[in-house]
């Protein structure tokens, strides 16, 4: 299907480490989506952020500008396109 992004990840069960997203362009917004069963955490250092990051959660940010990161989570599945 046409999409404005150059590729999608699908990330499951694994934490993700604090990094930016050096393919992407520092005027666009990349988009995180979360499913699955889990109760994490999405982080932004330089913002000092941490929010909640419950299944349905759809982030937009601009990762090439900004550190973000999902630490462990105690339990239950996550699946996430990025």
Sequence with gaps: WPSIYLGIDVIVNQETPPHQDQASAPSLLDLVVSLGTHDAQFHISELGAV????????????????????????????????
């Design 51 to 82: 929010f909640h990051y419950q299944p349905g959660t759809m982030v937009f940010l601009a990762g090439k500008l900004l550190t973000y990161s999902v630490p462990k989570w105690e339990k239950g599945e996550r699946i996430a396109f990025a």
